[in-house]
C-alpha cells in the first residue's frame, strides 16, 4: 500500500476520498481501497518523513491533502526500481482447493457464482477501458494541469507522462485479460466437472 499510495502522490496531491478513488478505479485487481488500508499507510508515510499534508477547507468541511516529501520520492524511486516478484495470492482460492469437501449438488452453483463475479470484474474493467477517450494524447496543457495538482513536478514532462500512461495502460489490458483468462478456464472446468458426474451418475446406476 505503501508505494501505491506514494505513486499516486507522484501524480498529484490528494486526500483519503481521492486516494481510494484512484486504487479503486486503477488498482482494484491489486489492492484493497478500504479507508482503514490507507489511513494506516499514511500514518506510517507520515512517521517516516515520506509524505506531508496541508489542510484546507472546501465547502465547510476541513480536509487533509497529502503531498509527497522528496524522501519519498527517493524511497519510491528505489522501491519501483526492484525486480517484480510474482505474488498471485489469492486466498478465495482456498475454497476452491478444498470443494471436494463440499456437497456436490452445491458445487456447481459455487462455481458459476465465482464465475459472474469475474464478469462483473472483468466489465469494470473494460467500463474504464472505455472511459479512456484517447490514448496518450498529451499536450503542454495537460501537463500544466498536471503540475499544478501538486505532484513531483520535476517527473512531469511530456516524455516522462507518455511512459508514466504507457505502464498504467498496459496493466489495465493485463487485468482485462487475466480476467478473460479465469472466466473462459472456469467455464471450462465446469463443464468438465459436469461430464465427470454424470458419468459417475451412470456408472453407479449399472452397478445396481
Given at each position: 500500500?505503501?508505494?501505491?499510495?506514494?505513486?499516486?502522490?507522484?501524480?498529484?496531491?490528494?486526500?483519503i476520498?481521492?486516494?481510494?478513488?484512484?486504487?479503486?478505479?486503477?488498482?482494484?485487481?491489486?489492492?484493497?481501497?478500504?479507508?482503514?488500508?490507507?489511513?494506516?499507510?499514511?500514518?506510517?508515510?507520515?512517521?517516516?518523513?515520506?509524505?506531508?499534508?496541508?489542510?484546507?477547507?472546501?465547502?465547510?468541511?476541513?480536509?487533509?491533502?497529502?503531498?509527497?516529501?522528496?524522501?519519498?520520492?527517493?524511497?519510491?524511486?528505489?522501491?519501483?526500481?526492484?525486480?517484480?516478484?510474482?505474488?498471485?495470492?489469492?486466498?478465495?482460492?482456498?475454497?476452491?482447493?478444498?470443494?471436494?469437501?463440499?456437497?456436490?449438488?452445491?458445487?456447481?452453483?459455487?462455481?458459476?457464482?465465482?464465475?459472474q463475479?469475474?464478469?462483473?470484474?472483468?466489465?469494470?474493467?473494460?467500463?474504464?477501458?472505455?472511459?479512456?477517450?484517447?490514448?496518450?494524447?498529451?499536450?503542454?496543457?495537460?501537463?500544466?494541469?498536471?503540475?499544478?495538482?501538486?505532484?513531483?513536478?520535476d517527473?512531469?514532462?511530456?516524455?516522462?507522462?507518455?511512459?508514466?500512461?504507457?505502464?498504467?495502460?498496459a496493466?489495465?489490458?493485463?487485468?482485462?485479460?487475466?480476467?478473460?483468462?479465469?472466466?473462459e478456464?472456469?467455464?471450462?472446468?465446469?463443464?468438465?466437472?459436469?461430464?465427470?458426474?454424470?458419468?459417475?451418475?451412470?456408472?453407479?446406476?449399472?452397478?445396481?
Amino acid at each position: 500500500m505503501d508505494i501505491i499510495i506514494l505513486g499516486f502522490l507522484m501524480i498529484q496531491a490528494s486526500t483519503i476520498y481521492e486516494l481510494r478513488q484512484s486504487i479503486k478505479q486503477s488498482l482494484s485487481t491489486v489492492s484493497s481501497d478500504s479507508t482503514g488500508s490507507i489511513q494506516a499507510a499514511l500514518k506510517k508515510l507520515l512517521n517516516k518523513d515520506r509524505i506531508t499534508f496541508k489542510e484546507q477547507v472546501e465547502g465547510g468541511l476541513n480536509k487533509k491533502v497529502y503531498f509527497i516529501t522528496d524522501n519519498g520520492i527517493e524511497y519510491f524511486q528505489q522501491a519501483i526500481a526492484q525486480p517484480m516478484l510474482y505474488k498471485e495470492k489469492n486466498m478465495e482460492l482456498s475454497k476452491f482447493f478444498f470443494m471436494g469437501f463440499t456437497d456436490k449438488t452445491k458445487r456447481d452453483d459455487l462455481l458459476e457464482k465465482y464465475i459472474q463475479t469475474l464478469e462483473e470484474e472483468l466489465a469494470s474493467l473494460e467500463q474504464i477501458n472505455d472511459s479512456i477517450d484517447s490514448r496518450y494524447q498529451f499536450d503542454d496543457a495537460v501537463i500544466m494541469e498536471l503540475k499544478e495538482r501538486g505532484g513531483a513536478v520535476d517527473y512531469l514532462n511530456l516524455e516522462n507522462v507518455k511512459d508514466i500512461a504507457h505502464f498504467q495502460y498496459a496493466t489495465l489490458d493485463l487485468g482485462i485479460e487475466k480476467a478473460k483468462f479465469e472466466i473462459e478456464w472456469f467455464k471450462k472446468f465446469k463443464a468438465r466437472l459436469y461430464l465427470m458426474d454424470s458419468d459417475n451418475g451412470k456408472k453407479g446406476t449399472i452397478e445396481k
